[in-house]
């Protein structure tokens, strides 16, 4: 794979692959993963993009204003892995066919709705056939285009509007999905984590070897959402900062099938900070919220044993 | 046939709208302007600015735009005002403004 | 140069997607169409084809990978059959509507419930609004014929749309029958290369496919779509005089056989017009004026065709292979019942219900209908509601009451 160094300066100079004007909120954390995912490509380079039905479907393609400067196809929720499949072959048979010479990439964007949950499927179908292509999920933590619905990879506890907090319920009673410890047992070449941290050469480095690596690529992003997570929006860097650094949202790489932790803490946080910022967690926060607060921090600490174990730590 | 996304609009006839709602051309959105959502607007102090680019990747709407290693001036036409680049800022160079101010 | 054979009607499709050799085929295994993408499997392991075959984990995928295959600018085809375009169909809609012309080798069985593999169209006609073009087959000849010609059809700049080729499960698809294919250079010119004016992977132009619409433009689309469905007659015409031209074999938007004089007349679809046309000919030896409407193309539907065609009966049966739950018949009957009525047509009418999941259906019984339309004509007996043929009810009664 043809992997350039790290040059922070000469990618912001890029050309943007997202355009201004889509409609997704103020501070939307999503697109940010969008756009950042999409610099990674080299100049010069073709791509396809593609995308599940979701927030960032209806706010960067409303007819007739696509925020793509490069070729997009959106077909319904479920299948933005076998809809981009699909493209993928197209090229390969065109290309075969000499009807096409320039080189092209794929990749879609689902969020964790149309990743971990009712496109699953089609995900998994598409990793497993190895077309050649990257699977994004921008990971929200619930389903925020129909109004934060709990989804499978939204925390415990949160609240949710189908896991409301309530005088009984402390939000959402299950732990979150590991979905890229799905896609890993998928033994594609390459799985990564990451999120905005920094200067985002993580997420950049990641997206990199997604879209370069030859075969079926999956990158898990997790992309905060204001209004789902009751955040303060110019808060966003703090918030990814505190994922990290609780060991909520650790950063990893799957390459051939080998573990690799991006990142160790040297203070790990407590997860009171990460949940604190929030207005999702609040709950927990008043009397009585204690032993959930310290069953969501046992379970995160668990899942990072696991992950340290994993990656050989 | 009128196959130009800046001359569809609510009033186009079907005859006129493109096959399928396709469009053939890169990037139209730049036609919609969300800097018209903002209610308290990033002012950019060019003093204080160390033209470090942190601003850049973190912004939502591609609205901090890089010209010869040189961060520019807003894109005020689209920028929504979320206030994360005045929150990245390492230098305090960008402030967010509330009209009223 | 015709070839005269023996074939299956899923290995004549599978023959057919031979000679067009199309870029890109995903499918997912269900009876009984399961043997076109092993047939398609089997000639690109073989090095016959250059079709890439994404053997994707469900019907869904299959639909949704053959519509990025097509707005990809590949010339997309799939095969499937029942619970299988059930599953696809949610993106039956959104292909339609994107305007992609893919191409469907639908191998008609029945929906589940109960569970059953065998004939029926429950499958395609609960996607007769989903904007697909469907065209159905009496045999095996008829499915090849109507492979060949669907994607010249689908890719008409006037038409764009996706076309589903029917044919009745196990009676059509399994039974061996003769077959006269042609030569596959005389295929391939008549196909022709697929050369689409816009498509994601043009390297000159980005483009983008399935927005979000607002309501502004929602019925405008709708409008375009619809019209193009309206051209989509006149095109299938002209494609079947292009076929005719090379093969001999004639086709329109159906088959009138010994309707002319016709004062009985059945109305079927698909594999049943075969055991009509018996029951047409012997009832002629005696004299009988009856006969037979075969549609072939249910969408866009022929309405006013039909009405022209069928203004002469004094009454005519309506055969549905597919209930509808609507308590007032199927699909055809209540299609073609508005057709007549719009044609001031004033024959009575019944909309008969039979070969629910395979029910055979003998020529005795065809024979039997006629004679009730005799009946129903003369007035001696009525039919308020739509009967099922050959129902166990506890009478004699040929149709139940």
Same mark, same amino acid.
């Given at each position: +794979?043809e992997q350039?160094?790290?040059?922070?300066? %000469?990618?912001q100079?890029?050309?943007?692959?997202?355009?201004p004007?889509?409609?997704?909120?103020a501070g939307?954390g999503?697109s940010?993963? #969008?756009?950042?995912?999409?610099?990674?490509?080299?100049?010069g380079?073709?791509?396809v993009?593609?995308?599940?039905? *979701?927030?960032?479907?209806?706010?960067?393609?409303m007819?007739?204003?696509t &925020?793509y400067?490069?070729?997009?196809?959106?077909?319904?929720?479920?299948?933005?892995?076998?809809?981009?499949?699909g493209?993928?072959t197209?090229?390969?048979?065109?290309?075969?066919?000499?009807?096409?010479?320039s080189?092209y990439?794929?990749?879609?964007?689902?969020?964790d709705g149309g990743?971990?949950?009712?496109?699953?499927?089609?995900l998994?179908? &598409?990793?497993?056939?190895?077309?050649d292509?990257?699977?994004?999920?921008?990971?929200?933590?619930?389903?925020?285009?129909t109004?934060?619905?709990r989804?499978?990879a939204?925390p415990?506890y949160a609240?949710?509007?189908?896991?409301p907090s309530?005088?009984?319920?402390?939000?959402?009673p299950?732990?979150?999905k590991?979905?890229a410890?799905?896609l890993?047992a998928?033994n594609?070449?390459?799985?990564?984590?990451?999120?905005f941290i920094?200067?985002?050469?993580?997420?950049?480095?990641?997206?990199e070897?997604?879209?370069?690596?030859?075969?079926?690529?999956?990158?898990?992003?997790l992309a905060?959402?204001?209004?789902?997570?009751?955040?303060?929006?110019?808060?966003?860097?703090? /918030?990814?900062?505190?994922?990290?650094?609780?060991?909520?949202?650790p950063?990893?790489?799957?390459i051939?099938g080998?573990?690799?932790?991006?990142?160790?803490?040297?203070?790990?946080?407590?997860l009171?900070?990460?949940?604190?910022?929030?207005?999702?967690f609040?709950?927990?926060?008043?009397?009585?919220g204690?032993?959930?607060?310290?069953?969501?921090?046992?379970e995160?600490d668990r899942?990072?044993e696991?992950l340290?174990a994993r990656?050989?730590? | 046939?009128c196959l130009?996304?800046?001359?569809?609009n609510?009033?186009?006839k079907w005859q006129?709208?493109?096959e399928g709602?396709?469009?053939?051309?890169?990037?139209?959105s730049?036609?919609f302007q969300t800097?018209e959502?903002r209610?308290?607007?990033p #002012?950019?102090?060019?003093?204080?600015c160390?033209?470090?680019l942190?601003c850049?990747?973190?912004?939502?709407?591609?609205?901090?735009?890089?010209?010869?290693?040189?961060?520019q001036?807003?894109?005020y036409?689209h920028?929504?005002?979320?206030?994360?680049?005045a929150?990245?800022c390492?230098?305090?160079a960008?402030e +967010? %403004?509330?009209?009223?101010? | 140069?015709?070839?005269?054979?023996?074939m299956?009607?899923?290995?004549?499709?599978?023959?057919?997607?031979?000679?067009?050799?199309?870029?890109?085929?995903p499918?997912?295994?269900?009876?009984?169409?399961?043997?076109?993408?092993?047939?398609?499997?089997?000639?690109?392991?073989?090095?016959e084809?250059?079709t890439?075959f994404i053997?994707?984990?469900?019907e869904h995928?299959?639909?949704?990978a053959?519509m990025g295959?097509?707005?990809a600018?590949?010339r997309?085809?799939?095969?499937?059959?029942s619970? *299988?375009?059930?599953l696809?169909?949610e993106v039956l809609?959104?292909?339609?509507?994107?305007?992609?012309?893919? #191409? +469907?080798?639908?191998v008609?069985r029945g929906?589940?419930g109960?569970?059953? /593999?065998?004939?029926?169209?429950?499958?395609?006609?609960?996607a007769?609004?989903?904007?697909?073009?469907?065209?159905?087959?009496?045999n095996?000849?008829?499915?090849y014929d109507?492979f060949?010609?669907?994607h010249? =059809?689908?890719e008409?700049?006037?038409?764009?749309l996706p076309?589903m080729?029917c044919?009745?499960?196990f009676?059509t698809s399994?039974?061996v029958?003769?077959?006269?294919?042609?030569?596959?250079?005389?295929?391939?010119d008549f $196909?022709?290369e697929?050369?689409?004016?816009?498509?994601?992977?043009?390297?000159?132009?980005?483009?983008? $496919?399935?927005?979000?619409?607002?309501?502004?433009?929602?019925m405008?689309?709708?409008?375009?779509?619809?019209?193009a469905?309206? @051209?989509?007659?006149?095109?299938?015409?002209?494609?079947?005089d292009?076929?005719?031209?090379?093969?001999?074999r004639?086709? *329109?938007?159906?088959e009138?056989?010994r309707?002319?004089?016709?004062?009985y007349?059945?109305?079927?679809?698909g594999?049943?017009c075969g055991?009509?046309?018996?029951a047409?000919?012997? +009832?002629?030896?005696?004299g009988r004026? #009856?006969?037979?409407?075969?549609? @072939?193309?249910?969408?866009?539907?022929?309405?006013?065709? =039909?009405g022209?065609a069928?203004?002469h009966?004094k009454?005519?049966?309506i055969?549905?292979r597919? %209930?509808s739950?609507s308590?007032?018949?199927?699909p055809?009957?209540?299609?073609v019942?508005?057709?007549?009525?719009r044609?001031?047509?004033?024959?009575?009418?019944v909309n008969?219900?039979?070969?629910?999941s395979?029910?055979?259906?003998?020529?005795?019984?065809?024979r039997?209908?006629?004679?009730?339309?005799?009946?129903?004509a003369?007035?001696?007996?009525?039919?308020?509601?739509?009967?099922?043929?050959?129902?166990?009810?506890?009478?004699?009664?040929?149709l139940?009451?």
């Amino acid at each position: +794979m043809e992997q350039k160094a790290f040059q922070f300066r %000469e990618i912001q100079a890029r050309q943007e692959r997202l355009a201004p004007g889509h409609r997704m909120c103020a501070g939307c954390g999503g697109s940010i993963a #969008v756009r950042n995912v999409l610099k990674a490509l080299h100049p010069g380079d073709k791509a396809v993009v593609g995308n599940a039905t *979701g927030c960032l479907e209806v706010s960067t393609y409303m007819y007739p204003y696509t &925020a793509y400067e490069d070729s997009y196809i959106h077909s319904a929720f479920e299948n933005a892995g076998a809809t981009l499949s699909g493209v993928e072959t197209a090229y390969r048979v065109l290309k075969k066919k000499g009807k096409i010479s320039s080189e092209y990439k794929f990749i879609t964007f689902g969020g964790d709705g149309g990743t971990y949950d009712i496109g699953l499927q089609s995900l998994s179908g &598409a990793m497993e056939r190895g077309h050649d292509m990257v699977y994004v999920c921008y990971d929200n933590g619930a389903y925020m285009n129909t109004g934060t619905q709990r989804s499978s990879a939204t925390p415990m506890y949160a609240d949710t509007t189908t896991t409301p907090s309530g005088t009984v319920s402390q939000g959402k009673p299950q732990a979150r999905k590991d979905l890229a410890g799905i896609l890993a047992a998928h033994n594609i070449p390459y799985v990564g984590q990451t999120t905005f941290i920094g200067n985002m050469k993580d997420l950049y480095v990641k997206s990199e070897r997604a879209i370069y690596t030859p075969g079926a690529a999956f990158l898990n992003v997790l992309a905060p959402c204001p209004r789902g997570w009751k955040y303060n929006a110019p808060d966003l860097m703090e /918030i990814c900062k505190l994922a990290v650094e609780t060991c909520y949202w650790p950063l990893f790489e799957v390459i051939d099938g080998k573990w690799i932790l991006n990142y160790k803490p040297s203070h790990k946080l407590p997860l009171e900070d990460f949940l604190r910022k929030q207005g999702r967690f609040q709950h927990l926060f008043q009397p009585g919220g204690e032993p959930f607060l310290q069953a969501f921090q046992e379970e995160v600490d668990r899942r990072w044993e696991e992950l340290l174990a994993r990656c050989g730590e | 046939m009128c196959l130009k996304a800046e001359q569809i609009n609510e009033n186009t006839k079907w005859q006129d709208l493109t096959e399928g709602l396709q469009i053939y051309e890169p990037a139209t959105s730049k036609l919609f302007q969300t800097g018209e959502w903002r209610t308290e607007t990033p #002012v950019w102090n060019r003093e204080k600015c160390r033209n470090c680019l942190l601003c850049v990747p973190y912004c939502p709407d591609s609205c901090i735009l890089v010209k010869e290693d040189k961060r520019q001036e807003f894109d005020y036409d689209h920028c929504k005002g979320c206030g994360i680049c005045a929150k990245v800022c390492p230098f305090g160079a960008i402030e +967010m %403004e509330s009209p009223g101010e | 140069m015709p070839i005269k054979t023996r074939m299956s009607g899923n290995e004549a499709v599978a023959h057919a997607i031979k000679q067009i050799n199309p870029d890109v085929m995903p499918a997912f295994p269900i009876t009984p169409s399961t043997e076109i993408p092993q047939f398609v499997a089997s000639m690109i392991a073989n090095g016959e084809i250059d079709t890439e075959f994404i053997p994707v984990e469900s019907e869904h995928s299959a639909m949704s990978a053959a519509m990025g295959a097509s707005a990809a600018g590949a010339r997309a085809v799939t095969a499937t059959s029942s619970c *299988g375009m059930a599953l696809m169909w949610e993106v039956l809609y959104v292909a339609a509507s994107s305007r992609l012309p893919i #191409v +469907m080798a639908l191998v008609n069985r029945g929906l589940t419930g109960p569970l059953n /593999i065998n004939a029926e169209h429950s499958d395609s006609m609960g996607a007769r609004d989903s904007g697909w073009i469907q065209i159905y087959a009496e045999n095996n000849q008829e499915v090849y014929d109507n492979f060949l010609q669907a994607h010249r =059809i689908a890719e008409h700049k006037d038409v764009r749309l996706p076309v589903m080729i029917c044919q009745d499960g196990f009676i059509t698809s399994h039974a061996v029958q003769n077959i006269t294919l042609w030569e596959d250079q005389a295929i391939r010119d008549f $196909v022709g290369e697929y050369q689409p004016e816009h498509y994601l992977l043009r390297e000159d132009e980005a483009m983008a $496919v399935g927005p979000y619409a607002l309501s502004p433009y929602c019925m405008e689309a709708k409008k375009a779509q619809a019209e193009a469905m309206k @051209r989509a007659k006149q095109v299938i015409l002209d494609v079947a005089d292009g076929f005719e031209k090379i093969t001999g074999r004639h086709y *329109g938007l159906f088959e009138e056989y010994r309707l002319e004089d016709a004062e009985y007349a059945v109305v079927a679809m698909g594999s049943v017009c075969g055991t009509v046309k018996d029951a047409v000919d012997a +009832m002629r030896e005696q004299g009988r004026k #009856v006969g037979l409407l075969k549609l @072939r193309v249910f969408r866009p539907f022929p309405g006013r065709e =039909i009405g022209a065609a069928l203004r002469h009966c004094k009454a005519i049966a309506i055969m549905d292979r597919s %209930e509808s739950y609507s308590s007032q018949g199927g699909p055809l009957g209540a299609e073609v019942t508005a057709a007549l009525y719009r044609a001031k047509a004033s024959a009575e009418t019944v909309n008969i219900m039979y070969g629910l999941s395979g029910r055979d259906v003998r020529v005795e019984e065809i024979r039997g209908i006629f004679e009730e339309l005799e009946k129903l004509a003369a007035g001696e007996v009525s039919y308020p509601e739509y009967p099922y043929l050959g129902l166990r009810d506890g009478t004699e009664d040929l149709l139940n009451r």
